[in-house]
């Protein structure tokens, strides 16, 4: 452990971070197709050791390997993992703050000094390919103060009165759990940490009255979750660090004006006490406890180890000035030695118990050209594309701009295919794209999306750097989306009884609501007089269709979500007394789509849903007479700010008229809209074409189609905006649903 002026935190705080954007990090994805992320080939010296990059930091150490950090020509901080058995190192982005221990676990937290850190990420470097676990320590109010293993921490949590407590926080897949720890003062605060080994862990704290408060000293069993033993302590060290504990001792760091720096040293077995002065405090010395052994140094004072319990002094040879502790209880030194020459340099207890020093790294010069590596990857875990305006950003911040990157996006439930080439960008090395949730013109489906990335380097030079992610593209459910993308599809028969399904855009494009793609469905709908869109009858994301055939039999088609239907099923015979049907608003408040048809003399049924597929609608109710004076009614659901869904209907004269609906079934006295509404052959309640949240009407006649986009005004509901859609094909179909 390095220890610096008085003024200077090193509560293990080394400048860096995971970044992860505010779009969040993706899920790793398993499906159809991901990789790992692919890491540089670890430089390797003439004498086969791992090489520590001249001009590099020291950012810590594990058992299996160690961190450095460097900066860029921009000013950029870059942090790498290197192992000692010449396996690939793995860059760790541009860090912000960093942590290390409980073997080779890497902590990158969203503050520079550790004890701030509120949102952390773990990486297990033992394993650079395992999934990242992230921890949301702010959401405990509470805050780092070390790494226990791969997906645990130690955290200084406030409570509800504004006590500091110490706790485990776990993560587990994504449950996060909070154990507390007990047998500490109950005025402890300021807590920090040692690395933790052999079950256990070393913190620091201040205690004691508010005019008198002095530091405090515990060794923690995890397990157990409680406090082992205590030590007292002149002051907190709250912003010195320098705890360390062995099977033999417990040390810690400490400062007095006149005395300089020294460690305070405590056997575990005797409790005796001692204090081993280092130096001036101006000459950041460190040291590390190996045992029984505390190595200490500094850049004019080569490194020795003390025996704390027999007083006998090694000299290691080794000139260094950094030094860290690793989790396995060896120290490990940045420095140079004669026989040698420079690097890192491992200090253990030999079989007799004296330290032994081994080399295990070489400083020599970086590579020449950073390996090509994806080091960030803006993927959101979910979006929204209503709530994104249809769009979703992703990007990959790779080590090196000079490379493209090919992007693929695959539907894991359709394979349906999006691709994507990125170049180099103008400045930087992020590459990313605005993604418009289209497919092949046509609005994607929503689901899971398997997203991944390939990079290669311009003239295609070295290997490519691979990843892949999940990604959930959601969207508001619309009642007449039959293939789930949001988007509106409108049912149209023609001359010859084929079926067949225009699938809008999701959202106007330059203004103006677009056809994507038509399909045929099939042939023989012409036994039908009346097809509805029905909307969401049993609960299914798809909306459903109902059909009456000439017989007078009415029969219901479930969508399968995918932009067909499944067999149809009998709803019942006798419905040939009704000449008019609107289906799809919810008349009653009660989330489903209810039913109302009109009979011979005029008067309407509410047929009230029931939310099952094979019954889907329940006994009728009589609404009131006086329909017979109107030719078309559809269903439209709210599009005027009305407690429910509401009607529209037209009548002989050409003058259409709105019922807001009250949600009891009935509806509130109409409203006049305009005249002239006589052209048209087709009224059509087509859900949400405009993607503004409101359910829209399109019109068809022999000039084509024209959409009415919904205000949620009851006493102007509709505006008029064009359409691309039918142009040209106003007498092509004798029904529209």
Same mark, same amino acid.
């Given at each position: 452990?390095?220890?610096?002026?008085?003024?200077?935190?090193?509560?293990?705080?080394?400048?860096?971070?995971?970044?992860?954007?505010?779009?969040?990090?993706?899920? !790793?994805?398993?499906?159809?197709?991901?990789?790992?992320?692919?890491?540089?080939?670890?430089?390797?010296?003439?004498?086969?050791?791992?090489?520590?990059?001249?001009?590099?930091?020291?950012?810590?150490?594990?058992?299996?390997?160690?961190?450095?950090?460097?900066?860029?020509?921009?000013?950029?901080?870059?942090?790498?993992?290197?192992?000692?058995?010449?396996?690939?190192?793995?860059?760790?982005?541009?860090?912000?703050?960093?942590?290390?221990?409980?073997?080779?676990?890497?902590?990158?937290?969203?503050?520079?000094?550790?004890?701030?850190?509120?949102?952390?990420?773990?990486?297990?470097?033992?394993?650079?390919?395992?999934?990242?676990?992230?921890?949301?320590?702010?959401?405990?109010?509470?805050?780092?103060?070390?790494?226990?293993?791969?997906?645990?921490?130690?955290?200084?949590?406030?409570?509800?009165?504004?006590?500091?407590?110490?706790?485990?926080?776990?993560?587990?897949?994504?449950?996060?759990?909070?154990?507390?720890?007990?047998?500490?003062?109950?005025?402890?605060?300021?807590?920090?940490?040692?690395?933790?080994?052999?079950?256990?862990?070393?913190?620091?704290?201040?205690?004691?009255?508010?005019?008198?408060?002095?530091?405090?000293?515990?060794?923690?069993?995890?397990?157990?979750?409680?406090?082992?033993?205590?030590?007292?302590?002149?002051?907190?060290?709250?912003?010195?660090?320098?705890?360390?504990?062995?099977?033999?001792?417990?040390?810690?760091?400490?400062?007095?004006?006149?005395?300089?720096?020294?460690?305070?040293?405590?056997?575990?077995?005797?409790?005796?006490?001692?204090?081993?002065?280092?130096?001036?405090?101006?000459?950041?010395?460190?040291?590390?406890?190996?045992?029984?052994?505390?190595?200490?140094?500094?850049?004019?004072?080569?490194?020795?180890?003390?025996?704390?319990?027999?007083?006998?002094?090694?000299?290691?040879?080794?000139?260094?000035?950094?030094?860290?502790?690793?989790?396995?209880?060896?120290?490990?030194?940045?420095?140079?030695?004669?026989?040698?020459?420079?690097?890192?340099?491992?200090?253990?207890?030999?079989?007799?118990?004296?330290?032994?020093?081994?080399?295990?790294?070489?400083?020599?010069?970086?590579?020449?050209?950073?390996?090509?590596?994806?080091?960030?990857?803006?993927?959101?875990?979910?979006?929204?594309?209503?709530?994104?305006?249809?769009?979703?950003?992703?990007?990959?911040?790779?080590?090196?701009?000079?490379?493209?990157?090919?992007?693929?996006?695959?539907?894991?439930?359709?394979?349906?295919?999006?691709?994507?080439?990125?170049?180099?960008?103008?400045?930087?090395?992020?590459?990313?794209?605005?993604?418009?949730?289209?497919?092949?013109?046509?609005?994607?489906?929503?689901?899971?999306?398997?997203?991944?990335?390939?990079?290669?380097?311009?003239?295609?030079?070295?290997?490519?750097?691979?990843?892949?992610?999940?990604?959930?593209?959601?969207?508001?459910?619309?009642?007449?989306?039959?293939?789930?993308?949001?988007?509106?599809?409108? !049912?149209?028969?023609?001359?010859?009884?084929?079926?067949?399904?225009?699938?809008?855009?999701?959202?106007?494009?330059?203004?103006?609501?677009?056809?994507?793609?038509?399909?045929?469905?099939?042939?023989?709908?012409?036994?039908?007089?009346?097809?509805?869109?029905?909307?969401?009858?049993?609960?299914?994301?798809?909306?459903?269709?109902?059909?009456?055939?000439?017989?007078?039999?009415?029969?219901?088609?479930?969508?399968?979500?995918?932009?067909?239907?499944?067999?149809?099923?009998?709803?019942?015979?006798?419905?040939?007394?009704?000449?008019?049907?609107?289906?799809?608003?919810?008349?009653?408040?009660?989330?489903?789509?209810?039913?109302?048809?009109?009979?011979?003399?005029?008067?309407?049924?509410?047929?009230?849903?029931?939310?099952?597929?094979?019954?889907?609608?329940?006994?009728?109710?009589?609404?009131?007479?006086?329909?017979?004076?109107?030719?078309?009614?559809?269903?439209?659901?709210?599009?005027?700010?009305?407690?429910?869904?509401?009607?529209?209907?037209?009548?002989?004269?050409?003058?259409?008229?709105?019922?807001?609906?009250?949600?009891?079934?009935?509806?509130?006295?109409?409203?006049?809209?305009?005249?002239?509404?006589?052209?048209?052959?087709?009224?059509?309640?087509?859900?949400?074409?405009?993607?503004?949240?409101?359910?829209?009407?399109?019109?068809?006649?022999?000039?084509?189609?024209?959409?009415?986009?919904?205000?949620?005004?009851?006493?102007?509901?509709?505006?008029?905006?064009?359409?691309?859609?039918?142009?040209?094909?106003?007498?092509?179909?004798?029904?529209?649903?």
């Amino acid at each position: 452990m390095q220890h610096r002026s008085a003024g200077t935190r090193l509560a293990l705080a080394v400048t860096a971070a995971l970044a992860v954007t505010a779009l969040g990090a993706g899920t !790793l994805a398993t499906a159809p197709t991901a990789f790992a992320a692919t890491s540089s080939s670890a430089a390797q010296s003439a004498s086969g050791l791992p090489v520590f990059p001249e001009g590099s930091d020291f950012g810590g150490v594990g058992p299996s390997g160690f961190l450095t950090y460097s900066f860029d020509r921009d000013g950029s901080r870059k942090l790498l993992w290197t192992p000692y058995d010449g396996g690939t190192a793995t860059p760790l982005q541009e860090p912000k703050g960093w942590s290390i221990g409980a073997g080779d676990v890497v902590v990158l937290g969203d503050a520079s000094w550790t004890v701030n850190f509120r949102s952390i990420t773990l990486r297990n470097m033992a394993a650079p390919a395992a999934p990242a676990v992230a921890i949301d320590l702010g959401a405990l109010n509470g805050t780092y103060v070390a790494v226990l293993s791969p997906t645990s921490v130690l955290a200084q949590v406030t409570n509800e009165v504004g006590q500091a407590e110490l706790h485990v926080v776990t993560k587990d897949g994504a449950t996060t759990t909070s154990r507390k720890i007990t047998g500490l003062p109950a005025d402890a605060t300021d807590f920090f940490g040692s690395q933790a080994h052999d079950g256990s862990v070393l913190v620091g704290y201040e205690t004691g009255p508010q005019d008198g408060r002095t530091g405090g000293r515990a060794l923690i069993d995890v397990a157990a979750g409680t406090a082992t033993s205590t030590y007292a302590s002149p002051e907190s060290g709250f912003e010195y660090g320098g705890l360390e504990f062995s099977a033999s001792h417990v040390a810690w760091f400490n400062y007095k004006a006149g005395v300089g720096d020294y460690i305070t040293s405590v056997d575990r077995e005797t409790g005796e006490r001692k204090d081993t002065v280092l130096g001036s405090h101006g000459d950041e010395w460190h040291s590390t406890l190996v045992g029984e052994w505390l190595v200490y140094g500094n850049a004019d004072h080569p490194a020795k180890a003390v025996s704390l319990t027999g007083g006998q002094t090694v000299d290691l040879g080794v000139s260094a000035p950094r030094a860290t502790a690793s989790s396995d209880g060896s120290a490990v030194l940045l420095g140079s030695r004669a026989a040698d020459g420079a690097g890192l340099f491992r200090v253990v207890a030999g079989a007799d118990g004296t330290p032994t020093v081994t080399k295990v790294a070489e400083t020599g010069p970086p590579s020449a050209e950073k390996p090509l590596a994806i080091e960030q990857v803006h993927v959101p875990d979910t979006v929204d594309l209503d709530k994104t305006g249809g769009k979703v950003t992703l990007g990959w911040t790779l080590s090196r701009a000079d490379a493209s990157l090919d992007v693929t996006l695959t539907h894991t439930a359709t394979g349906k295919e999006f691709t994507k080439r990125l170049t180099a960008p103008a400045s930087g090395t992020l590459f990313s794209f605005d993604w418009d949730g289209v497919i092949d013109g046509v609005d994607a489906p929503n689901g899971r999306y398997g997203v991944e990335a390939e990079a290669t380097l311009a003239g295609g030079a070295g290997e490519p750097a691979y990843q892949g992610w999940l990604m959930n593209v959601t969207r508001t459910a619309n009642p007449h989306d039959y293939d789930d993308n949001g988007a509106t599809d409108l !049912l149209a028969r023609d001359a010859a009884g084929v079926l067949w399904r225009d699938d809008l855009r999701d959202r106007p494009v330059d203004g103006q609501v677009v056809p994507a793609r038509r399909t045929r469905l099939g042939a023989g709908w012409q036994v039908y007089n009346t097809i509805e869109a029905a909307g969401n009858l049993a609960g299914a994301p798809a909306g459903d269709l109902i059909a009456r055939d000439t017989a007078g039999v009415l029969w219901s088609y479930l969508g399968k979500g995918d932009g067909t239907f499944a067999t149809r099923t009998k709803i019942s015979a006798g419905w040939q007394g009704y000449n008019k049907f609107a289906a799809g608003s919810d008349l009653t408040g009660d989330g489903r789509p209810d039913l109302v048809a009109t009979d011979t003399a005029g008067v309407m049924w509410l047929y009230k849903a029931t939310g099952s597929w094979s019954a889907p609608y329940s006994g009728r109710t009589r609404l009131g007479a006086g329909w017979n004076g109107f030719d078309q009614i559809t269903a439209v659901g709210d599009v005027a700010g009305t407690p429910a869904g509401d009607l529209l209907a037209r009548d002989t004269a050409g003058v259409l008229w709105l019922y807001p609906g009250n949600g009891a079934g009935t509806f509130s006295a109409r409203v006049r809209i305009s005249a002239g509404w006589g052209g048209f052959t087709h009224l059509v309640g087509a859900g949400d074409v405009t993607a503004d949240g409101r359910p829209d009407l399109v019109a068809y006649g022999p000039a084509g189609a024209t959409v009415y986009p919904a205000t949620g005004n009851p006493t102007t509901p509709l505006t008029r905006q064009t359409t691309t859609v039918y142009v040209g094909e106003g007498t092509k179909f004798n029904h529209l649903a």
